[in-house]
């Protein structure tokens, strides 16, 4: 058995590395079009930043794990070819926003039926609307020189900043394929695989058309969680409880459960919307236009929170943010990625420029480059004025030299535990911190003098605060937070 991915992303190098390292008897070679990719994955500096990554790549690489740009030779040489490329939402035409782009996987299939010499075994591992299999089946067999194709659905679950992790211990591998003796077959092939190392009551077999489905509803549930307890935390702010405390008691019940209930400034990342509106937009092909009504909803909330988040910001710093500089704390869509794509951060810095602030950006590990890039296709301004405009710091505290607020975007463990005395110090008074992902040691920061706005939290009023910081407010978060005398 051999093994060929197309498409060298956040999924198809993390996940056939863990195939590769999981199964040494197996060569899997990754391909891409990307040469600038494939290069960072054969170098000691791999593309994508994933903890713990790097160690599983270099257990097998070079052993039987290689990747390569020579897309043809390796679909040549596979029995099974996994299609991992890029489905974002199209930009044109009919469904645009909303219908996923399926160009990249049709291409893959084409060049599949065009090079292949035997029968092969093609497997979804990108995430695609329900009956894609069926195209590409029809796509292979009417260009294919009369060899065998099975198409099986294995969509990919992992987490971005846990994949490594999530591949290790999937809760669920899910594996659809078609009810006939060669398409079991195939199921079994890669059901094989799997079992090297996860459990076999954890590999699910499905259908075709539920395992392209199943991943988009996991994901539309996720989603709606979050938006759920963001809708909620804007209750809370007007309430005065706090959604912290809310949903710990929600999720306490064994029915609802505790994880991801974290309020956020919204959800981000390149899965979450994309697929939601892709389940809209089959819901309308099907005429369900409740259906895609109600989970429509889940991405408006989702941009209703950036720009309640935004609202806030300036109701706070008196209405007026031109010209202030504004340290923006974490760019990537979640903790532990370099990945920024659909990041919250994004459309919130968006709607600070536009109201003429001034940005220091920093994210431990998002490159200055790739942040001015999310800008300049996001904020549209000249590239002078997004220069004199937007710079990215080496650190928190050079962002925090002269700003007015800080502006949490990104869950990063290192914002918890930084010197808030030095920040409060650089920064002008009144120091408003606006905490989009509830890290912050919020009783310490008052202590010290800052305004602390956190999301599903009610504003503490300047009269209640204490005058000296107390003993509990020096230690908190493990920062040194004592203000100097
Ligand atoms: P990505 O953009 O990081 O990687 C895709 C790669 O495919 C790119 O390097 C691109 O150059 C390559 N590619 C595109 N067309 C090609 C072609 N015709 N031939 C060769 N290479 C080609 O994308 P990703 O984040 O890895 O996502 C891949 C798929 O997996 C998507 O469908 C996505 O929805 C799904 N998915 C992503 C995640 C995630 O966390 N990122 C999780 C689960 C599922
Ligand atoms: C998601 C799914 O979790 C994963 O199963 C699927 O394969 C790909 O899409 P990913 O987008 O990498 O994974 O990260 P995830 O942890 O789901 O977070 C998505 C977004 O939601 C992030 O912006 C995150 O910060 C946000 N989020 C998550 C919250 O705001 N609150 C939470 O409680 C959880």
Redesign the pocket.
């Known amino acids: 058995m051999k093994i060929c991915c197309?498409?060298?992303?956040?999924?198809?190098g993390p996940t056939m590395a863990m195939i590769a390292a999981r199964c040494p008897d197996i060569p899997v070679t990754v391909?891409?079009?990307?040469e600038a990719?494939i290069a960072a994955w054969n170098s000691e500096e791999l593309p994508i930043y994933e903890p713990g990554l790097d160690a599983i790549v270099r257990t097998a690489r070079g052993r039987n794990l290689f990747f390569s740009t020579d897309?043809d030779g390796a679909i040549r040489d596979a029995d099974m070819i996994f299609v991992?490329?890029?489905?974002p939402s199209k930009t044109y035409g009919i469904g645009a926003g909303r219908a996923a782009d399926l160009t990249?996987v049709e291409?893959?299939a084409r060049r599949i039926a065009a090079v292949a010499e035997g029968d092969k075994i093609v497997v979804e591992?990108?995430?695609l609307p329900v009956r894609t299999a069926e195209s590409l089946q029809r796509i292979l067999r009417a260009n294919g020189s009369g060899h065998r194709f099975e198409v099986l659905s294995n969509p990919?679950f992992?987490?971005?900043g846990t994949a490594i992790a999530d591949l290790e211990r999937p809760d669920r591998v899910l594996i659809g394929g078609e009810s006939t003796p060669s398409g079991h077959a195939a199921v079994q092939r890669l059901v094989d695989i799997y079992a090297r190392w996860v459990p076999r009551e954890r590999i699910l077999t499905a259908s075709v058309w539920s395992s392209e489905l199943s991943k988009l509803v996991s994901n539309a549930l996720l989603a709606q969680r979050v938006s759920s307890v963001n809708a909620l935390s804007a209750l809370c702010e007007a309430t005065g409880a706090d959604v912290e405390e809310v949903a710990a008691a929600a999720g306490r019940d064994s029915r609802i459960g505790h994880r991801f209930l974290n309020a956020s400034v919204g959800f981000g990342g390149?899965?979450f919307q994309k697929d939601i509106l892709n389940l809209v937009y089959l819901c309308e092909h099907y005429d369900l236009d409740e259906v895609a009504a109600y989970w429509t909803q889940v991405v408006e909330i989702n941009d209703w929170q950036k720009q309640r988040f935004v609202r806030r910001m300036i109701r706070t710093m008196f209405n007026t943010i031109a010209g202030k500089r504004i340290a923006v704390l974490g760019f990537a869509f979640k903790k532990d990625t370099d990945d920024a794509r659909e990041s919250p951060a994004i459309d919130v810095c968006r709607a600070l420029l536009a109201e003429h602030a001034e940005l220091a950006i920093f994210d431990p590990k998002v490159s200055a480059e790739a942040i001015r890039a999310a800008l300049r296709q996001a904020a549209g301004l000249p590239e002078a004025e997004l220069d004199r405009r937007v710079v990215c710091g080496p650190d928190v505290y050079s962002a925090a030299d002269g700003a007015h607020a800080l502006a949490v975007l990104t869950e990063w463990e290192e914002f918890r535990h930084l010197d808030f005395v030095e920040i409060h110090d650089r920064m002008k008074k009144p120091a408003f911190a606006f905490d989009g992902r509830n890290i912050l040691p919020h009783d310490a920061l008052r202590a010290l003098g800052f305004e602390v706005h956190a999301i599903g939290k009610p504003a503490v009023p300047r009269d209640l605060l204490p005058v000296q910081p107390d003993a509990a407010a020096l230690t908190a978060g493990g920062a040194r937070l004592s203000p100097r005398s």
Request: hydrophobic content about 35%; overall charge negative; proline content about 0%.
């Open positions: 197309i498409g060298a992303g956040y999924v198809g391909v891409d079009v990307n990719r897309v991992s490329v890029n489905t990249n291409l893959c591992k990108s995430t990919e992992l987490a971005e390149s899965c």
